[in-house]
Nanobody, 121 residues
């Protein structure tokens, strides 16, 4: 069982920045795929950014150039640096932790409890 603890959310004005953290328990963090999702009121949960165990990253078009995902395997922590925030970035942000079998099939997946990000105009 992996536990994820998110932090760093809050209220910020448009154009401001926030840095989200996701601390994971367990010893398999370095081999995990870490992702950030968000869920705005009335919308489905959507993928914001992901980072593979090798450090490869991918972003939703809506956040490219503004958000940066990173990880520190020594601290079992993933980060989401959010710059140039817009009101439409307002959502609950969730981190997600996935591991895979050697054949690529999903092995396990865990979610954090979510952290609220509110961007005022």
């Amino acid at each position: 069982q992996v536990q994820l603890v998110e932090s760093g959310g809050g209220l910020v004005q448009a154009g401001g920045s926030l840095r989200l953290s996701c601390a994971a328990s367990g010893s398999t963090f370095s081999s995990s795929l870490m992702s950030w999702y968000r869920e705005a009121a009335g919308n489905d949960r959507e993928l914001v950014a992901l980072i593979t165990s090798r450090g490869d990253t991918n972003y939703a078009d809506s956040v490219k150039g503004r958000f940066t995902i990173s990880r520190d395997n020594a601290k079992n922590t993933a980060f989401l640096q959010m710059n140039s925030l817009k009101p439409e970035d307002t959502a609950i942000y969730y981190c997600n932790y996935k591991t895979f079998l050697t054949n690529g099939a999903p092995k396990a997946a865990y979610w954090g409890q979510g952290t609220q990000v509110t961007v005022s105009s």
